[in-house]
């Protein structure tokens, strides 16, 4: 009589342990990854280059870490509980060290980048291998695949919505990593107990895990301290304000030249001379048009555009499309800053939307005698598709008959290129572009652009009070030397994105 079929127990607590092991060591390198790629395109701009040249570097060094796993053929938990403890430390202060070396030795911070990731990378492809081989002892291989995979798969789900969306905004990038290599230390711990009885030197191996989650402690209790050493080298100025949202890092500094915004380290404005910016990209169109009523600004969260639209008493209704609520709410409640705006913010005259300008062009919605475009300079391609024809045909929409647009357009004497793509660009939709250029001492020569369906015309009276522009000086904005002149351009547009590419290029050379 043949013997029933024995069918296999359930997994056993060491089998269960491991494969949460690895859905939070998925978690962890993902974690490590996305940092890299955002501090780099923080730093150095041009965030699909970045995001692109991280994302394939690591899953490169992902692949030789798994290749080199074949070489460990015994203690396979002491293996892995060591590899876990190297990748806690050196993935954990990732961004720490990047922060530390961008401020101290910029010349070194893409050697540390690519060098680090590439470490981590390595580490990280030593993981699952070794917990595969591990598991295979007791899981039959087609369980043991398809199980490993499930949970590597779901921790790097988890992470890629909690990293924008909660650990950045709510933990900074410097604890963020911290975090996570705490989470990986946990994991060696986790391991030390498991094979207690297959370690060997299991004092040695208890004494390294307790020195790495202390050091790890230690690091994110000062976490704080370490992100003032590196910005105020990197600002110089005394930083009075700093926070990480969803959307961007956030610096407000103070020093000689008053306040000063920065983000994501790019200079917006500097108190000393802002309204040299904001009176000459406000006021020709608003003057131009003689009584706007319904204005619009897209950008420009920091309420500065806006003084300036409601200096006219004609204006019934401003609408500020901003798409980071941090900045409009820091504008609107910190004291200083929304001095600065002469509170311009809490007018009742203003309706603020939070949300992506782009989209919210694409809804149907009224139409606007004037509207501000006061976005960044394009230097990556999400902030390039708000310079492009399709943007710029949206925004023709929402225009009235006889309105007025005008679009900050970077430096045409730095970036000449770039400033004649974004008149070629708004020109391809059927609008007239009219440019002209001011000199802010914070940024050098500085462009912009009157979009119209009538051609502009020069106005004959401005608001009083104006620290700059006068109708007398008003008309040599327009007037351009011949180092700025217009030079032959490709339309910008949402399918090849060449604004993005030129502006890297002619700012990166300067």
């Known amino acids: 009589m043949s013997a029933l079929p024995v069918e296999r127990a359930g997994p056993r607590p060491v089998e269960i342990a491991l494969l949460a092991s690895v859905f939070v060591v998925a978690a962890c390198g993902l974690v490590y990854e996305l940092s890299a790629a955002a501090l780099s395109s923080y730093l150095l701009g041009d965030s699909v280059l970045q995001f692109s040249t991280i994302i394939g570097t690591y899953l490169f060094a992902m692949g030789v870490g798994s290749w080199l796993s074949r070489y460990f053929e015994r203690q396979l938990p002491a293996?892995?509980?060591?590899?876990?403890?190297?990748?806690?430390?050196?993935?954990?202060?990732?961004?720490?060290?990047?922060?530390?070396?961008?401020?101290?030795?910029?010349?070194?911070?893409?050697?540390?980048?690519?060098?680090?990731v590439l470490v981590v990378g390595t580490l990280v492809g030593l993981e699952i291998p070794l917990v595969m081989r591990i598991l295979r002892r007791n899981v039959a291989l087609k369980d043991l695949v398809s199980q490993v995979l499930t949970f590597d798969y779901l921790g790097a789900l988890a992470v890629s919505i909690a990293f924008p969306l909660l650990l950045v905004p709510q933990l900074g990038m410097i604890r963020t990593g911290l975090l996570f290599g705490f989470m990986n230390a946990a994991v060696a711990v986790w391991a030390l107990w498991l094979f207690r009885h297959e370690l060997r030197r299991v004092g040695a191996h208890a004494l390294a895990c307790t020195l790495a989650l202390a050091a790890l402690a230690v690091a994110f209790a000062f976490a704080d301290r370490i992100t003032t050493l590196a910005e105020d080298k990197f600002y110089q100025d005394r930083i009075v304000f700093s926070e990480s949202s969803p959307y961007q890092r956030i610096v407000v500094t103070r020093g000689a030249a008053g306040h000063r915004l920065f983000l994501n380290g790019n200079l917006q404005f500097a108190e000393r001379d802002e309204y040299?910016?904001?009176e000459a990209l406000v006021h020709p169109v608003m003057a131009a048009h003689g009584a706007p009523r319904k204005v619009a600004v897209l950008g420009g969260g920091d309420g500065m555009a806006v003084r300036e639209i409601l200096k006219y008493p004609s204006v019934e209704s401003v609408t500020l499309v901003e798409l980071d609520p941090n900045m409009t709410r820091l504008f609107c409640d910190h004291e200083t800053l929304a001095a600065l705006n002469g509170h311009s913010l809490a007018s009742p005259k203003l309706k603020i939307v939070n949300t992506d300008a782009f989209q919210w062009l694409q809804q149907p919605g009224e139409v606007f005698d004037v509207i501000v475009v006061d976005f960044p300079d394009p230097t990556n391609f999400a902030i390039g598709k708000l310079y492009t024809s399709s943007f710029y045909a949206l925004?023709?929409?929402?225009?009235?008959?006889?309105?007025?647009?005008?679009?900050?357009?970077?430096?045409?004497?730095?970036?000449?290129?770039?400033?004649?793509?974004?008149?070629?660009?708004?020109?391809?939709?059927?609008?007239?572009a009219t440019?002209?250029?001011?000199?802010?001492?914070?940024?050098?020569?500085?462009?912009?652009?009157?979009?119209?369906?009538?051609p502009f015309r020069m106005p004959d009276a401005l608001p009083e009070g104006l620290r700059f522009l006068s109708v007398a000086t008003l008309p040599l904005l327009f007037d351009f030397p011949r180092d700025m002149a217009r030079v032959p351009t490709e339309v910008n547009r949402l399918s090849n994105q060449i604004l993005v590419t030129t502006y890297e290029h002619e700012w990166g050379t300067r």
Do not use: C
């Not at 002209?436 to 500085?446: A, I, L, N, R």
């Open 395 to 432: 925004l023709d929409q929402r225009l009235a008959a006889s309105g007025y647009a005008v679009v900050q357009t970077t430096s045409p004497l730095v970036a000449r290129k770039s400033f004649w793509t974004v008149a070629t660009t708004i020109e391809s939709v059927g609008l007239t």
């Open 435 to 454: 440019p002209y250029h001011v000199h802010v001492p914070s940024f050098g020569e500085w462009g912009y652009i009157v979009a119209s369906r009538r």
């Open 79 to 116: 293996h892995f509980l060591r590899i876990e403890l190297m990748v806690a430390l050196v993935g954990g202060a990732l961004p720490a060290l990047l922060f530390i070396a961008n401020a101290y030795v910029p010349g070194a911070f893409r050697l540390l980048l690519y060098g680090l």
């Open 276 to 278: 040299r910016y904001h």
